[in-house]
């Protein structure tokens, strides 16, 4: 049997061009001389530098290397301000000013969508809000916790885990809680494994993962007085095991969010997105697919819109009804219950559609959407590749691309939102 990976170099000089999807730069190698021209993938380069790595994987077409020396520093690098940057795996970005970050994301994505996708858009590609926080942003956060009761955040490419005291992309609410908390959780080890922390407008939700291989852990874990303490200080933690609750500090209330579903990470820039939808959206019937629990149904609804909003998860579509019944939409805004999938094949969509799929995209939705019947649709995606893919279909079911947004809901990250609008030709 023959490898396409071939024996490893020394150390490479490389000349850095662009952001690539992953968080790493790339660039073509111009040293040593056997190499000149190789494309290369050196994690913590900068677009216009000149750097020194060490390579960790060597294949035919390309290569990965670990950042050695900058040789020619860009203008926009700048000092990280987390100690662990470059250890954690959370964040691959912050050696570069913010400004710097949004104008790479927003070429990476033009890039990735013309020549992997053959997309482009007739009004181009261009940021929205390109004065959002770059810190404090995210309000949702998954640490983890080992038998040694190490806790923090996994480290790139593995499972080790990276101990931190806080953690500068957080909210401040979230860092309060590890200050206040991390030495109690620490004494609810082995028990536990994962810990959620979600910021629902400064209240601290916390959910426990217990190992999926110990289901007796709660019976060892109620006892232990750290828990009972966290328990008195946060009346909204639960502990679940295999991702479903088993425990409650307190009664679950109807206006308790479901921990650890999805909800926008970012409250600033899922604020300019919903305006820019609402903005964009045409006539008075619109129908949101993958709706949540209502983050771009409820806007919608109090525009004015009549909203059909099609959501597979029942703990969503719980919330959200009673979300859509407190802002006072419940008139405007009817929750469906159902796989987007099955929807749109029983009910063909009439009007505006919003899709915000998540990262696996919606092929099969898109190829059910005739365009003479809901003529404009914005998509909402959070990964390019799958986003070019339904573009391609869209466009064979008579849909035009407008005009693409590029919103960074992730700063400090390679991570980015789309919004693409599309109107029938």
């Known amino acids: 049997m023959t490898s396409d990976v071939l024996p490893q170099q020394h150390d490479i000089t490389v000349a850095i061009t662009s952001l690539a999807t992953g968080g790493a730069c790339v660039g073509s190698v111009t040293a040593p001389e056997d190499l000149q021209g190789k494309k290369a993938f050196v994690h913590g380069a900068a677009p216009g530098e000149l750097v020194t790595a060490k390579i960790t994987l060597n294949k035919k077409s390309f290569l990965n290397a670990d950042l050695v020396e900058v040789l020619t520093p860009s203008p926009e690098r700048t000092t990280p301000r987390c100690p662990v940057f470059g250890r954690c795996g959370g964040c691959d970005l912050q050696h570069l000013n913010v400004p710097a970050q949004r104008s790479l994301k927003a070429s990476m994505v033009e890039d990735l969508l013309r020549i992997h996708g053959g997309i482009t858009a007739t009004d181009g590609v261009s940021l929205l809000a390109p004065d959002l926080p770059g810190f404090e942003y995210r309000r949702r956060m998954s640490f983890h916790i080992n038998k040694k009761r190490e806790f923090g955040l996994y480290r790139k490419n593995g499972r080790q885990i990276v101990e931190i005291d806080s953690c500068p992309i957080s909210t401040p609410a979230i860092n309060n809680f590890l200050t206040d908390a991390m030495a109690l959780i620490k004494e609810c080890a082995p028990e536990i494994e994962t810990v959620t922390v979600e910021d629902h407008d400064g209240i601290i939700h916390v959910a426990f993962e217990v190992h999926p291989r110990n289901d007796k852990a709660l019976a060892t874990l109620e006892p232990k007085q750290a828990f009972k303490e966290l328990c008195a200080r946060y009346p909204q933690l639960q502990v679940n095991f295999r991702h479903k609750p088993i425990f409650r500090a307190s009664e679950r209330r109807e206006d308790a969010p ?54 597979v998860n029942p703990h969503l579509v719980e919330f959200g009804t009673w979300r859509a019944r407190e802002a006072g939409v419940s008139d405007r805004l009817t929750f469906h219950t159902s796989s987007c999938e099955k929807w749109v094949e029983r009910n063909p969509p009439q009007g505006s559609i919003v899709l915000d799929p998540p990262r696996g995209g919606a092929l099969e939705v898109c190829q059910r959407l005739d365009a003479q019947k809901s003529p404009r649709l914005l998509y909402v995606s959070c990964y390019p590749p799958t986003f070019a893919r339904d573009v391609q279909v869209l466009s064979e079911r008579g849909y035009e691309l407008l005009s693409i947004k590029v919103l960074d809901m992730f700063p400090q990250t390679y991570h980015s939102e789309l919004i693409g609008i599309l109107a029938a030709r």
Do not use: C, W
């Open 258 to 311: 479901p921990v650890g579903h999805f909800s926008q990470n970012n409250k600033l820039a899922n604020e300019a997105m919903i305006n820019y939808l609402i903005e964009n959206i045409s006539g008075d019937s619109v129908t949101d697919l993958y709706a949540g629990a209502g983050n771009i149904s409820i806007p919608l609804a109090q525009s004015g819109r009549v909203v059909t909003a099609v959501e």
